[in-house]
């Protein structure tokens, strides 16, 4: 399985991916400031799977922002890092690390890495943005690439910037994402606003889906459900999804140094 992958969209994607019908990124979201999350913030993920209708705890994910310099420019270095549990290292054993460094002025990112190691399975990648020439380099060559072309995390970090209130509920918010030499034109549609409960707590949340390309994991369309804080961090509190073998749930469990206050927790 593309372990991190689950969670990084959070993540809209999976392997083995089949075009979509395209849907055109606007120029609203070119160039979009950061008001949501700050350098030192730190979110945990628990991954639970079904088996018989039982929710198993599989692993963790820990997403860090630093700040850095990049060909001398100022980024966020943003990494995510995945691992089953002991219990799951006895026959499948995954370590994954995602990387991106992102402008800090404008949130396009310069350069995503991304090391799978999962079980016999291995990849390495880079990928190397030109946002001027809206271009991707990677080792098999370089791509064109659409206006304000996001990776698969910098695009989590780039939608909690998105202000939900100006949409209605049923709304797509159009954004474009390069993976595997190619790029996607997805969206997320937004749902409205509801009270979730998940293992860490009970919140206040905006609900979205984010459109999936199929693959071996998920089988397409609009079967995940994401839930961010109703407040001004848009943290992920709750993602769950329908994949190939049963489902899979992911709760944030643990997070520090955010932007702002938790307002949007009811109850622990």
Not at 94 to 104: A, G, H, I, P
Not at 204 to 222: C, D, M, Q, S, Y
Request: hydrophobic share 35%.
């Amino acid at each position: 399985m593309r372990w991190l992958s689950i969670i990084i969209v959070l993540v809209f994607i999976s392997a083995s991916h089949k075009t979509q019908a395209p849907l055109p990124a606007t120029d609203e979201f070119c160039g979009m400031r950061n008001y949501a999350w700050q350098a030192g913030e730190g979110i945990t993920f628990h991954v639970y799977y079904t088996l018989a209708g039982i929710y198993v705890y599989g692993g963790e994910a820990n997403f860090n922002i630093t700040n850095e310099r990049l060909n001398n420019k100022p980024v966020y270095h943003i990494v995510g890092d995945g691992k089953t549990n002991s219990f799951f290292d006895g026959f499948f054993k995954v370590r994954d690390r995602y990387e991106t460094y992102v402008d800090t002025a404008t949130m396009q990112p310069y350069k995503f890495i991304r090391n799978v190691n999962e079980g016999d399975y291995k990849k390495f990648e880079t990928v190397t943005f030109n946002q001027q020439a809206n271009t991707a380099t990677t080792s098999t060559g370089t791509y064109k690439t659409p206006n304000c072309v996001q990776d698969v995390l910098s695009a989590i970090y780039y939608a909690r910037n998105i202000d939900f209130n100006k949409y209605q509920p049923g709304a797509q918010i159009p954004f474009s994402m390069f993976i595997d030499d190619k790029s996607y034109n997805l969206y997320v549609r937004y749902l409205g606003k509801e009270r979730v409960k998940t293992k860490y707590g009970k919140f206040n949340a905006i609900k979205f889906k984010p459109l999936l390309i199929e693959g071996t994991i998920f089988t397409g369309g609009e079967k995940m459900t994401v839930w961010v804080t109703d407040d001004a961090n848009k943290i992920p509190v709750r993602i769950e999804s329908p994949i190939s073998v049963g489902s899979v749930k992911i709760d944030m469990m643990d997070y520090k140094n955010t932007r702002y206050p938790m307002t949007a927790q009811i109850k622990r």
